[in-house]
């Protein structure tokens, strides 16, 4: 079983920033790739930032220059900071991680999700 953690959210004006940590535990062996999605109110969930294990980091339009995703491997973590918040940015924020399990399978798991809101 792998438990992921989300936090870092909450309310900011429009120019502030957020730091998002998901950190997952339990029967973890490695994390492959790391992402966050975002499902804005009454919208679908998109894509916002990923970044495989090696690094590589690949971002939606709407976020490039203003969010950055990074990964702690020791700590089984990834972030994702995000400065100059727009309104439009107000959204529940979810992490999706690809997991090699200590059984040597791999499985995707969910955050719980955590509320950003950006008021004007």
């Known amino acids: 079983q792998v438990h992921l953690v989300e936090s870092g959210g909450g309310s900011v004006q429009a120019g502030g920033s957020l730091r998002l940590s998901c950190a997952a535990s339990?029967?973890?062996?490695?994390?492959?790739?790391m992402n966050w999605y975002r499902q804005p109110p009454g919208k679908q969930r998109e894509l916002v930032a990923s970044i495989t294990q090696g690094n590589s980091t690949n971002y939606a339009d709407s976020v490039k220059g203003r969010f950055t995703i990074s990964r702690d491997n020791a700590k089984n973590t990834v972030y994702l900071q995000m400065n100059s918040l727009k309104p439009e940015d107000t959204a529940v924020y979810y992490c999706?991680?690809?997991?090699?399990?200590?059984?040597?399978?791999?499985?995707?798991?969910w955050g719980q999700g955590t509320q950003v809101t950006v008021s004007s």
């Open positions: 339990g029967s973890v062996l490695r994390i492959n790739a």
């Open positions: 999706y991680l690809t997991v090699l399990l200590i059984s040597y399978y791999v499985n995707d798991y």
